[in-house]
């Protein structure tokens, strides 16, 4: 029986992972999606997107052959972290408390890509520059007229899936009206490998870990608000944001990191609840295209390398006599995901809507809660867990 092929949609992170797990896995693939170089790492200059990769990502990635391949002075172990609630609530999480050396690692998108792209290349995977236009009887047709034909077809197309759409799979998808706004900063005070957040009244704050540069102590901040201060903010001259920017950080931080400056471009994306069906006859999502959860728990990407983890559990998994795109194959992945996803997804709305609320019993529950946890060690080994991926 020849090898079971599968033709994998989307050349971002999930999407590259999945080609290269796929081809170390044995399976005849091939990509198709824009070839786009990441920029050259430059010093003291960092990719605006960041991401905390979890312990069981980094593990995945460590797996695939790709971890080491990335610059170790560009990566930011995070040891410690601190959250605080709207009302003197605090929790501090480390991670000796769960035997671990590593809460998370701070990596920029870039240089997974390129790691990524390098081992894709090393291992002759077949990449199509091209668009995927529409899906007819499992094969997808692309915007030069190529017709590729696969047992499998795997969407890893990010948010706004044409997969997703062409295979008629279940999707649902809830705005916040929140918009997440990113930013490097240097910070007057050392962040020591302590990734921060803070809960306000009307939004999230997360300051997170970068290596220093020649201006001093550096970390990337996350601040997910409403859209109307988040418009407001971004629609003002350059001089004049980062001055506002900078004199509210100060008050939501309490000067937790002494003063904090604006040193890269200010950018916002908005904030959605997705959820989908997962798969369909010869048709498997992961990640973004899969579902997405609000970005206060810093999971998305890790949900999605897990996505990708377990579908080649699955395959790699089934009976000989099964093709990839088999159906009850692929039930199995979507069952397997269904309880860590609805999990996240709980956790992560269950908190945006907590903190959401300004009702004076809610505000010292919240915040008494916090203090009672923080007491508790077993309480922070299951939360250190949840964040580790393990």
Request: with cysteine.
């Amino acid at each position: 029986m020849s090898k079971d092929s599968v033709l994998v949609c989307g050349t971002g992170i999930a999407g590259l992972a999945a080609a290269l797990g796929l081809a170390k896995g044995g399976f005849d693939v091939s990509l198709i999606g824009p070839r786009a170089a990441p920029a050259a790492a430059a010093p003291d200059v960092y990719c605006p997107r960041v991401y905390a990769i979890s312990s069981a990502s980094q593990a995945f990635l460590d797996r695939l052959g790709v971890w080491n391949m990335m610059d170790s002075r560009r990566l930011t172990p995070v040891e410690t972290m601190e959250v605080y609630g709207d009302g003197g609530g605090a929790l501090h999480l480390h991670a000796w408390q769960s035997a671990q050396t590593t809460l998370a690692w701070i990596v920029e998108a870039s240089q997974m890509e390129r790691a990524l792209q390098q081992a894709v290349q090393v291992f002759g995977i077949t990449w199509h520059p091209e668009k995927f236009q529409r899906l007819e009887s499992n094969t997808v047709f692309t915007d030069t007229g190529r017709a590729l034909k696969a047992d499998l077809l795997v969407g890893a197309d990010g948010a706004h899936s044409q997969v997703r759409a062409a295979s008629g799979i279940a999707h649902e998808s809830r705005p916040y009206g929140d918009i997440g706004l990113v930013v490097h900063l240097t910070a007057e005070l050392p962040h020591q490998n302590i990734a921060l957040q803070w809960f306000t009244s009307d939004s999230v704050l997360a300051l997170l870990p970068l290596p220093d540069t020649a201006d001093g102590h550096q970390v990337s901040m996350v601040w997910s608000m409403p859209q109307a201060s988040a418009k407001e903010l971004m629609a003002m001259p350059d001089l004049q944001r980062n001055r506002v920017l900078e004199t509210r950080l100060a008050a939501a931080t309490g000067g937790r990191l002494g003063g904090l400056q604006v040193r890269s471009t200010l950018s916002g994306f908005p904030l959605f609840l997705e959820h989908s069906g997962m798969v369909a006859p010869g048709v498997a999502l992961v990640s973004d295209a899969a579902h997405r959860v609000h970005p206060l728990a810093g999971q998305g990407l890790n949900l999605g390398l897990a996505d990708v983890d377990e579908l080649l559990r699955v395959l790699q998994g089934k009976e000989a006599y099964r093709r990839a795109g088999d159906v009850r194959v692929l039930s199995r992945y979507r069952r397997a995901r269904a309880e860590p996803i609805m999990a996240m997804r709980m956790a992560t709305h269950g908190l945006h809507r907590l903190f959401a609320s300004n009702a004076t019993p809610v505000v010292w529950a919240r915040n008494t809660g916090m203090q009672f946890v923080d007491r508790l060690p077993f309480m922070k080994r299951i939360l250190i867990g949840g964040a580790s991926g393990k």
